[in-house]
Nanobody, 115 residues
Framework: QVHLMESGGGSVEAGGSLRLSCAAD????????KSWYRQAPGKEREFVSG???????RYRDSVTGRFTISQDNARLTLDLQMNNLRPEDTAMYYC?????????WGPGTQVTVSA
């Protein structure tokens, strides 16, 4: 089992930046697929960005060129640098690690972008 904790959320104006971080409490599943998701009020949770087990990085189209995902294997952290934020990026952001048998989620961190 792994416990995840996100941090770094906050309120910014459009065009601003935030850096989210997700910390894992164990390296047990660290080499599995890791990703960021978000969920806005009244909407389904959606994929934002991920790093798979072999290091392949993916982004949803709307954040490509603005968001950058990275990981620190020594600190067991998964970061999401978010630049040029837009009001439509407003959501609760969650990190996830997918083992072979289940997904592990953090409690989330709120990002609010004002116009």
């Amino acid at each position: 089992q792994v416990h995840l904790m996100e941090s770094g959320g906050g309120s910014v104006e459009a065009g601003g930046s935030l850096r989210l971080s997700c910390a894992a409490d164990t390296s047990t599943y660290w080499n599995y697929d890791k990703s960021w998701y978000r969920q806005a009020p009244g909407k389904e949770r959606e994929f934002v960005s991920g790093i798979d087990a072999v290091g392949t990085v993916r982004y949803r189209d709307s954040v490509t060129g603005r968001f950058t995902i990275s990981q620190d294997n020594a600190r067991l952290t998964l970061d999401l640098q978010m630049n040029n934020l837009r009001p439509e990026d407003t959501a609760m952001y969650y990190c996830k690690i997918s083992s072979r048998t289940r997904d592990y989620w953090g409690p989330g961190t709120q990002v609010t972008v004002s116009a």
